[in-house]
Protein backbone atom coordinates (compact mmCIF):
# COMPACT_ATOMS: atom_id res chain seq x y z
CA UNK A 1 0.00 0.00 0.00
CA UNK A 2 1.39 3.65 -0.39
CA UNK A 3 1.28 5.00 2.85
CA UNK A 4 3.71 7.73 4.33
CA UNK A 5 6.39 7.03 6.51
CA UNK A 6 4.86 8.98 9.71
CA UNK A 7 1.42 10.89 10.02
CA UNK A 8 1.55 14.00 12.05
CA UNK A 9 -1.83 13.70 14.65
CA UNK A 10 -3.17 17.11 15.24
CA UNK A 11 -5.52 16.72 18.89
CA UNK A 12 -8.55 18.75 18.53
CA UNK A 13 -10.62 17.23 21.43
CA UNK A 14 -10.41 20.32 24.01
CA UNK A 15 -12.50 22.58 21.29
CA UNK A 16 -13.67 20.48 18.95
CA UNK A 17 -14.73 18.35 21.56
CA UNK A 18 -15.86 20.49 24.15
CA UNK A 19 -17.36 23.20 22.37
CA UNK A 20 -20.36 20.17 21.29
CA UNK A 21 -20.80 19.42 24.93
CA UNK A 22 -24.19 20.42 26.33
CA UNK A 23 -23.58 20.38 30.12
CA UNK A 24 -21.23 22.19 31.34
CA UNK A 25 -17.70 20.89 31.93
CA UNK A 26 -15.40 22.25 35.05
CA UNK A 27 -12.60 24.35 34.50
CA UNK A 28 -10.81 21.60 36.19
CA UNK A 29 -11.46 18.58 34.04
CA UNK A 30 -10.59 20.88 31.19
CA UNK A 31 -7.62 22.07 32.27
CA UNK A 32 -6.86 17.93 33.77
CA UNK A 33 -7.22 16.68 30.13
CA UNK A 34 -5.63 19.43 28.39
CA UNK A 35 -2.63 18.55 30.84
CA UNK A 36 -2.78 14.59 30.16
CA UNK A 37 -3.13 15.19 26.48
CA UNK A 38 0.04 17.02 26.61
CA UNK A 39 1.82 14.19 27.60
CA UNK A 40 0.71 11.61 24.79
CA UNK A 41 3.22 13.15 22.25
CA UNK A 42 1.43 15.38 20.06
CA UNK A 43 3.14 18.29 18.95
CA UNK A 44 -0.09 20.81 18.36
CA UNK A 45 -3.14 21.01 19.83
CA UNK A 46 -6.36 23.10 19.70
CA UNK A 47 -6.98 24.01 22.58
CA UNK A 48 -9.90 26.25 22.92
CA UNK A 49 -11.47 28.63 20.81
CA UNK A 50 -12.16 32.25 21.44
CA UNK A 51 -15.34 33.18 20.20
CA UNK A 52 -18.87 34.69 21.67
CA UNK A 53 -20.15 32.91 25.15
CA UNK A 54 -23.48 33.55 23.68
CA UNK A 55 -22.30 30.99 20.24
CA UNK A 56 -20.44 28.74 22.83
CA UNK A 57 -21.18 29.02 26.11
CA UNK A 58 -18.18 25.88 26.87
CA UNK A 59 -15.88 28.45 25.96
CA UNK A 60 -16.38 30.88 28.10
CA UNK A 61 -13.30 30.42 30.47
CA UNK A 62 -11.34 29.68 27.44
CA UNK A 63 -8.10 32.59 28.45
CA UNK A 64 -8.05 30.71 31.73
CA UNK A 65 -7.87 27.28 30.69
CA UNK A 66 -5.52 28.43 28.19
CA UNK A 67 -3.64 30.66 31.05
CA UNK A 68 -4.01 27.08 33.81
CA UNK A 69 -2.44 24.79 30.87
CA UNK A 70 0.09 27.03 29.29
CA UNK A 71 3.04 25.36 31.36
CA UNK A 72 2.34 21.63 30.42
CA UNK A 73 2.17 22.52 26.70
CA UNK A 74 5.18 24.19 26.95
CA UNK A 75 6.84 21.75 29.29
CA UNK A 76 5.86 18.85 26.48
CA UNK A 77 7.06 20.73 23.68
CA UNK A 78 3.31 20.84 22.28
CA UNK A 79 2.05 23.99 20.10
CA UNK A 80 -1.46 25.38 20.91
CA UNK A 81 -3.45 26.33 18.23
CA UNK A 82 -6.82 28.45 19.05
CA UNK A 83 -9.76 29.01 16.57
CA UNK A 84 -11.36 32.00 16.20
CA UNK A 85 -13.95 33.55 14.66
CA UNK A 86 -13.00 37.67 14.27
CA UNK A 87 -10.41 40.60 15.58
CA UNK A 88 -10.99 40.24 19.21
CA UNK A 89 -10.50 36.45 19.19
CA UNK A 90 -7.15 37.23 17.50
CA UNK A 91 -6.10 39.68 20.39
CA UNK A 92 -6.72 37.38 22.94
CA UNK A 93 -4.67 34.40 21.07
CA UNK A 94 -1.62 37.28 20.28
CA UNK A 95 -1.75 38.08 24.13
CA UNK A 96 -1.78 34.84 25.55
CA UNK A 97 1.06 33.56 22.82
CA UNK A 98 -0.58 30.94 21.29
CA UNK A 99 1.28 29.79 18.57
CA UNK A 100 -1.76 29.15 15.99
CA UNK A 101 -4.73 30.45 14.91
CA UNK A 102 -7.46 28.71 12.88
CA UNK A 103 -9.87 30.24 10.82
CA UNK A 104 -12.50 29.00 9.74
CA UNK A 105 -14.16 29.75 6.60
CA UNK A 106 -17.15 27.50 5.36
CA UNK A 107 -17.44 26.84 1.51
CA UNK A 108 -21.25 26.50 2.24
CA UNK A 109 -23.00 29.82 2.13
CA UNK A 110 -25.71 28.74 4.53
CA UNK A 111 -23.36 27.25 6.56
CA UNK A 112 -20.92 30.23 7.13
CA UNK A 113 -23.95 32.28 8.10
CA UNK A 114 -25.27 29.56 11.02
CA UNK A 115 -21.63 29.08 12.47
CA UNK A 116 -20.26 33.23 12.42
CA UNK A 117 -22.96 35.40 10.77
CA UNK A 118 -21.21 36.40 7.63
CA UNK A 119 -21.00 35.40 4.04
CA UNK A 120 -17.98 33.07 3.13
CA UNK A 121 -17.45 36.63 0.87
CA UNK A 122 -17.00 38.68 4.04
CA UNK A 123 -15.29 35.95 5.96
CA UNK A 124 -12.85 36.23 3.56
CA UNK A 125 -12.31 39.74 4.14
CA UNK A 126 -12.17 40.07 7.03
CA UNK A 127 -9.34 37.00 7.27
CA UNK A 128 -7.59 39.24 4.46
CA UNK A 129 -7.68 42.49 7.32
CA UNK A 130 -6.54 40.36 10.06
CA UNK A 131 -3.55 38.26 8.33
CA UNK A 132 -2.81 41.81 6.73
CA UNK A 133 -2.44 43.09 10.54
CA UNK A 134 -1.34 40.23 12.68
CA UNK A 135 -0.04 38.30 10.52
CA UNK A 136 3.89 39.13 11.32
CA UNK A 137 2.59 38.36 15.19
CA UNK A 138 0.58 34.75 15.06
CA UNK A 139 0.92 32.11 12.50
CA UNK A 140 -2.85 31.74 10.76
CA UNK A 141 -4.43 28.88 9.20
CA UNK A 142 -7.27 28.84 7.38
CA UNK A 143 -9.85 25.80 8.04
CA UNK A 144 -12.60 25.32 5.28
CA UNK A 145 -15.38 24.04 7.00
CA UNK A 146 -18.16 22.01 4.69
CA UNK A 147 -15.49 21.31 2.13
CA UNK A 148 -16.47 17.78 1.71
CA UNK A 149 -20.30 18.04 2.09
CA UNK A 150 -22.93 20.60 3.18
CA UNK A 151 -25.71 19.51 5.92
CA UNK A 152 -27.62 22.26 4.66
CA UNK A 153 -27.88 20.57 0.35
CA UNK A 154 -25.82 22.58 -0.90
CA UNK A 155 -23.34 21.77 -3.64
CA UNK A 156 -19.84 22.03 -3.06
CA UNK A 157 -17.70 22.11 -5.69
CA UNK A 158 -13.89 20.78 -5.62
CA UNK A 159 -12.77 24.09 -7.69
CA UNK A 160 -14.57 26.81 -4.97
CA UNK A 161 -12.81 24.79 -2.52
CA UNK A 162 -9.16 25.34 -4.53
CA UNK A 163 -10.19 28.80 -4.96
CA UNK A 164 -10.56 29.07 -1.05
CA UNK A 165 -7.66 27.24 -0.56
CA UNK A 166 -5.28 29.78 -2.89
CA UNK A 167 -7.03 32.38 -1.38
CA UNK A 168 -5.21 31.83 2.08
CA UNK A 169 -2.32 30.11 0.60
CA UNK A 170 -1.96 33.44 -1.24
CA UNK A 171 -2.27 35.40 2.18
CA UNK A 172 0.52 33.65 3.30
CA UNK A 173 -0.82 30.84 5.21
CA UNK A 174 1.16 27.35 5.55
CA UNK A 175 -1.01 25.23 5.70
CA UNK A 176 -4.96 25.11 4.89
CA UNK A 177 -7.11 22.09 6.69
CA UNK A 178 -9.97 20.58 4.73
CA UNK A 179 -13.09 19.63 7.13
CA UNK A 180 -15.72 17.26 6.85
CA UNK A 181 -17.52 19.07 9.10
CA UNK A 182 -20.57 16.66 9.05
CA UNK A 183 -19.11 13.37 7.94
CA UNK A 184 -20.62 13.03 4.60
CA UNK A 185 -17.40 12.45 3.25
CA UNK A 186 -16.75 8.76 1.83
CA UNK A 187 -13.10 7.64 0.25
CA UNK A 188 -14.17 8.38 -3.71
CA UNK A 189 -15.17 12.23 -2.41
CA UNK A 190 -11.85 12.26 -0.22
CA UNK A 191 -9.90 11.19 -3.87
CA UNK A 192 -12.08 13.59 -5.76
CA UNK A 193 -11.41 16.45 -4.14
CA UNK A 194 -8.25 15.84 -2.35
CA UNK A 195 -6.42 15.03 -5.48
CA UNK A 196 -6.43 18.25 -7.66
CA UNK A 197 -5.64 20.15 -4.16
CA UNK A 198 -2.69 18.11 -3.77
CA UNK A 199 -1.32 18.02 -7.17
CA UNK A 200 -1.71 22.35 -7.07
CA UNK A 201 -0.57 23.35 -3.28
CA UNK A 202 1.35 19.77 -2.18
CA UNK A 203 0.47 17.04 0.44
CA UNK A 204 2.38 18.88 2.97
CA UNK A 205 0.59 22.00 3.16
CA UNK A 206 -3.07 20.70 3.57
CA UNK A 207 -4.73 18.74 6.82
CA UNK A 208 -7.63 16.60 7.15
CA UNK A 209 -10.42 16.90 9.45
CA UNK A 210 -12.59 13.92 9.39
CA UNK A 211 -15.85 13.47 11.86
CA UNK A 212 -17.03 10.23 11.65
CA UNK A 213 -21.01 10.91 11.73
CA UNK A 214 -21.60 7.72 9.13
CA UNK A 215 -18.86 5.51 10.41
CA UNK A 216 -16.67 6.42 7.47
CA UNK A 217 -13.49 8.49 9.06
CA UNK A 218 -11.00 6.27 9.27
CA UNK A 219 -11.51 4.80 5.56
CA UNK A 220 -10.86 8.88 4.83
CA UNK A 221 -8.16 8.54 6.50
CA UNK A 222 -7.41 5.95 4.82
CA UNK A 223 -8.09 6.62 1.42
CA UNK A 224 -5.84 10.10 2.24
CA UNK A 225 -3.20 8.77 3.31
CA UNK A 226 -3.03 6.53 0.24
CA UNK A 227 -3.32 9.97 -1.67
CA UNK A 228 0.08 11.26 -0.18
CA UNK A 229 -1.67 13.44 2.81
CA UNK A 230 0.14 13.15 6.46
CA UNK A 231 -1.63 15.34 8.55
CA UNK A 232 -5.05 14.49 10.63
CA UNK A 233 -6.66 16.23 13.15
CA UNK A 234 -8.87 14.09 15.78
CA UNK A 235 -10.63 14.31 19.32
CA UNK A 236 -9.43 11.81 21.72
CA UNK A 237 -12.78 10.35 23.31
CA UNK A 238 -14.30 10.45 19.56
CA UNK A 239 -15.79 13.84 20.81
CA UNK A 240 -16.69 16.84 18.71
CA UNK A 241 -19.36 18.65 16.34
CA UNK A 242 -20.31 21.46 15.19
CA UNK A 243 -23.66 22.82 17.10
CA UNK A 244 -24.46 24.65 14.05
CA UNK A 245 -24.72 22.17 11.51
CA UNK A 246 -26.99 19.95 12.08
CA UNK A 247 -26.43 16.66 12.18
CA UNK A 248 -22.91 16.90 13.74
CA UNK A 249 -21.65 13.94 15.08
CA UNK A 250 -17.91 13.65 16.38
CA UNK A 251 -14.59 14.16 15.21
CA UNK A 252 -12.49 10.57 14.54
CA UNK A 253 -11.38 9.66 18.06
CA UNK A 254 -7.44 9.96 18.11
CA UNK A 255 -7.10 6.52 19.96
CA UNK A 256 -8.67 5.02 16.78
CA UNK A 257 -6.59 6.57 14.57
CA UNK A 258 -3.75 5.95 16.04
CA UNK A 259 -4.50 1.91 16.51
CA UNK A 260 -4.91 1.99 12.82
CA UNK A 261 -1.34 3.63 12.40
CA UNK A 262 0.35 1.65 14.75
CA UNK A 263 -1.28 -1.48 13.33
CA UNK A 264 -0.29 -0.27 10.01
CA UNK A 265 3.37 0.61 10.74
CA UNK A 266 2.77 4.32 10.40
CA UNK A 267 4.63 6.41 13.09
CA UNK A 268 3.02 9.10 14.92
CA UNK A 269 5.19 10.06 18.01
CA UNK A 270 2.11 9.34 20.15
CA UNK A 271 2.43 7.26 23.33
CA UNK A 272 -0.96 4.99 23.36
CA UNK A 273 -0.56 4.60 26.95
CA UNK A 274 -0.60 8.65 27.58
CA UNK A 275 -3.41 9.15 25.71
CA UNK A 276 -5.31 5.99 27.16
CA UNK A 277 -5.01 7.55 30.53
CA UNK A 278 -6.68 10.98 28.69
CA UNK A 279 -9.43 9.22 27.43
CA UNK A 280 -10.25 7.84 30.54
CA UNK A 281 -10.25 11.37 32.40
CA UNK A 282 -12.78 12.30 29.63
CA UNK A 283 -14.70 9.14 30.73
CA UNK A 284 -14.67 10.20 34.24
CA UNK A 285 -15.02 14.08 34.11
CA UNK A 286 -16.45 15.28 30.62
CA UNK A 287 -20.61 14.86 30.76
CA UNK A 288 -20.56 13.39 27.19
CA UNK A 289 -20.59 10.05 25.68
CA UNK A 290 -17.14 8.12 24.31
CA UNK A 291 -17.74 6.85 21.05
CA UNK A 292 -14.53 5.69 20.31
CA UNK A 293 -14.32 1.57 19.03
CA UNK A 294 -10.43 1.24 21.20
CA UNK A 295 -12.60 2.98 24.63
CA UNK A 296 -14.20 -0.75 24.26
CA UNK A 297 -11.12 -2.47 24.79
CA UNK A 298 -9.95 0.41 27.36
CA UNK A 299 -12.50 -1.36 29.92
CA UNK A 300 -10.75 -4.68 29.71
CA UNK A 301 -8.17 -3.03 31.07
CA UNK A 302 -6.84 -1.10 34.03
CA UNK A 303 -5.78 2.59 33.37
CA UNK A 304 -1.97 2.33 35.11
N1 LIG B 1 -14.30 36.50 22.34
C1 LIG B 1 -15.16 36.76 23.34
N2 LIG B 1 -16.37 37.38 23.17
C2 LIG B 1 -16.70 37.73 21.91
C3 LIG B 1 -15.85 37.47 20.82
C4 LIG B 1 -14.61 36.83 21.07
N3 LIG B 1 -13.76 36.55 20.08
N4 LIG B 1 -16.44 37.92 19.71
C5 LIG B 1 -17.63 38.45 20.07
N5 LIG B 1 -17.78 38.34 21.42
C6 LIG B 1 -18.94 38.76 22.21
C7 LIG B 1 -19.23 40.24 22.01
O1 LIG B 1 -18.52 41.01 22.91
C8 LIG B 1 -20.72 40.30 22.23
O2 LIG B 1 -20.98 40.27 23.60
P1 LIG B 1 -22.12 41.22 24.25
O3 LIG B 1 -23.39 40.85 23.54
O4 LIG B 1 -22.10 40.85 25.69
O5 LIG B 1 -21.67 42.61 23.96
C9 LIG B 1 -21.21 38.97 21.64
O6 LIG B 1 -20.09 38.11 21.70
C10 LIG B 1 -21.70 39.10 20.22
O7 LIG B 1 -20.70 39.75 19.46
P2 LIG B 1 -20.91 40.31 17.99
O8 LIG B 1 -19.65 40.97 17.57
O9 LIG B 1 -22.19 41.09 17.91
O10 LIG B 1 -20.99 39.01 17.12
P3 LIG B 1 -22.23 38.22 16.51
O11 LIG B 1 -23.32 38.05 17.50
O12 LIG B 1 -22.54 38.77 15.17
O13 LIG B 1 -21.54 36.78 16.33
C11 LIG B 1 -19.43 35.68 16.09
C12 LIG B 1 -20.46 36.59 15.46
C13 LIG B 1 -18.48 35.30 14.97
C14 LIG B 1 -18.68 36.39 17.21
C15 LIG B 1 -20.15 34.44 16.70
O14 LIG B 1 -21.07 33.95 15.78
C16 LIG B 1 -19.17 33.35 17.09
O15 LIG B 1 -18.44 33.48 18.06
N6 LIG B 1 -19.17 32.23 16.34
C17 LIG B 1 -18.27 31.13 16.60
C18 LIG B 1 -18.94 29.86 16.21
C19 LIG B 1 -18.09 28.66 16.49
O16 LIG B 1 -17.18 28.66 17.29
N7 LIG B 1 -18.47 27.56 15.83
C20 LIG B 1 -17.84 26.31 16.00
C21 LIG B 1 -16.50 26.20 15.43
S1 LIG B 1 -16.47 26.05 13.69
ZN1 LIG C 1 -14.87 19.58 13.52
Do not use: W
Not at 12 to 34: L, S
Not at 186 to 197: A, D, H, I, Q, Y
Request: negative net charge; contains cysteine.
Amino acid sequence: MNLPKSVEMIEVCPRDGFQNVHEPITHDAKVAVIRQLAKAGFKRMEIVSFVSPKAIPQMADAREVVEDTQQALRDNGVESVALVPNQRGVETAVELGINEITYVISVSEKHNMANVRRTPAESMEQFKALIEEYGHKIRFRLALATALGCPFGEVIRTERVAEMARFGFDLGCKEVMLADTVGMANPVRVTNLMEPLIREFGADRLIMHLHDTRGLALANTLAAMQLGLYKFESAAGGLGGCPFAPGAAGNVASEDVLNMLTEMGVETGISGDELHKAVMLIKENIPAPIVSHMAHLYKQTTCA
